[in-house]
């Protein structure tokens, strides 16, 4: 197999069925040790984290499935901590989208003049990052996307409504184990003429809290899985 990207927490491998395999390690983004997913740099290493974020990723993407949204998921080989997808294009050279359901993290420090960590954002937040680690991974409004020629406005709302669909469908399925999706991070791509959810809906990529206390990624997995 050929490598065609290393990604923070996976690798990227082209197969020879023109699909893509996905190889998850143990990296989480954080700072000075600390689990973050607002982060955009790698700050600790979990052993085992890499196969927990698979199998939450194929948790979802089923789920996703059954629903009728569409993603790049092919299959899965848990042992091995790689997932087989479908080719898709990136927006850029990368986007990440956030949907917040919570002001915490990033969002606070940005504007935390007006609003107190904590506060439920009703609906729910999307916004847009660049994947640019020496830029801290600038914003970029639907605006912006479509000025630099990097999206249309059509494809920035269906990639919005998908993310707020999904977003809702992970949340309550938290619920029911008595969680709260404080907020979630996604990347979608471009494959047949349409915008797709790809990469992984994994415990490293989302903040979860149960009642005060933050759910690290390994025990949110275990409670996500084996419920």
Request: net charge negative; proline share 2%.
């Amino acid at each position: 197999m050929k490598k065609i990207y290393e990604g923070k927490t996976k690798d990227v491998f082209a197969l020879d069925n023109g699909n893509v395999m996905l190889k998850f390690k143990d990296d989480c983004t954080g700072k000075d040790g600390v689990f973050d997913p607002g982060e955009n740099s790698v700050g600790l290493t979990i052993e085992g984290i890499g196969k927990a974020n698979l199998q939450t990723s194929v948790y979802y993407f089923e789920m996703l499935k059954k629903a009728g949204i569409k993603t790049h998921y092919v299959s899965a080989d848990v042992e091995n901590a790689t997932m087989e997808v479908l080719p898709a294009t990136v927006f850029g050279h990368g986007l990440e989208v956030i949907c917040r359901l919570v002001a915490t993290g990033s969002f606070i420090r940005r504007y935390g003049e007006y609003i107190e960590n904590g506060t439920v954002l009703e609906g729910g937040y999307v916004e847009c990052t660049f994947k640019n680690d020496e830029k801290g991974d600038p914003l970029v409004t639907g605006e912006g996307l479509a000025a630099l020629g990097v999206m249309s406005p059509a494809l920035f709302e269906s990639m919005k409504e998908q993310t707020l669909k999904i977003t809702r469908i992970v949340a309550d399925d938290l619920k029911s184990i008595g969680l709260d999706l404080w907020d979630i991070k996604f990347e979608f791509g471009y494959n047949n003429g349409e915008v797709i959810l790809i990469d992984e809906i994994a415990s490293g990529n989302m903040r979860v809290y149960r009642g005060d206390s933050i759910v690290d990624p390994v025990e949110l997995t275990k409670l996500i899985l084996n419920r």
